[in-house]
């Protein structure tokens, strides 16, 4: 079982490039989640999706874009990159069913210089 | 809304000995509440989780947790630490079957020593 799926693991961006993180799951969940993980601050939550066409703010959604066109694909856009942006990224999915656990990738390492 | 507060970013035991790790919860419904360990490098695994039932809870690797509502606190425990136990745990909050937002703490960083 592939689960969730993230790419690339590691980039280095400048500051003002732009870029695409991918987030693929194959567990035909509905429930899709982006966070940044940062020292100390645990996750914080950027973008959320409860199912094809719909998306939603998380806490920290400044900076950052979603499309949510298939079920299993949930992108992060980021543009304009900034020294603040650099951090881990997780990307997660979860059932709506009764086990409620969420499933997540395996990060992808993010420097903006 | 709903929050989750992890006393303590680090906690450092022996092997063998206690493992206590605190989570504090807010939630203006009915809470679900969950416990993940991160190994560096890697993603987050679920230790175990409370949903309704049973309020004490067993996890895998011998953790189980107690939801105490008068409390709002989930706390994580292991009665004998070892060594492999050494990674970040996470509690995180969501609100009830419903509840689109999962939240989750700051994390604690738990050390083993020899």
């Known amino acids: 079982n592939a689960g969730v799926t993230q790419t690339p693991k590691f980039r280095i961006l400048k500051i003002g490039q732009s870029m695409t993180l991918q987030c693929t799951q194959d567990m035909n969940h509905n429930y899709m989640y982006w966070y940044r993980q940062d020292p100390g601050m645990g996750l914080k939550l950027i973008y959320y999706s409860v199912g094809a066409g719909i998306t939603d703010k998380g806490e920290v959604p400044n900076g950052y874009n979603v499309s949510r066109s298939t079920t299993e694909d949930f992108p992060l856009r980021l543009e304009l990159a900034a020294p603040s942006q650099t951090s881990v990224y997780f990307c997660?999915?979860?059932?709506?069913?009764?086990?409620?656990?969420?499933?997540f990738g395996q990060g992808t390492r993010l420097t903006v210089v | 809304a709903q929050s989750v507060t992890q006393l303590g970013s680090h906690v450092s035991v022996s092997e063998g000995a206690l493992v206590l790790l605190r989570c504090n919860y807010s939630s203006s419904v009915p809470p679900y509440l969950f416990w993940y360990v991160q190994y560096p490098n890697q993603g987050l695994q679920l230790l175990l989780k409370y949903t309704t039932g049973a309020t004490l809870v067993k996890g895998i690797n011998g953790f189980e947790a107690e939801f105490k509502k008068s409390e709002t606190s989930f706390h994580l425990t292991k009665p004998s630490a070892h060594m492999s136990d050494a990674a970040e745990y996470f509690c995180?909050?969501?609100?009830?079957?419903?509840?689109?937002?999962?939240?989750f703490g700051g994390g604690t960083r738990l050390m083993v020593k020899p």
């Open positions: 995180a909050v969501s609100a009830n079957n419903a509840g689109k937002m999962l939240t």
């Open positions: 997660a999915s979860r059932t709506t069913g009764v086990s409620l656990e969420a499933f």
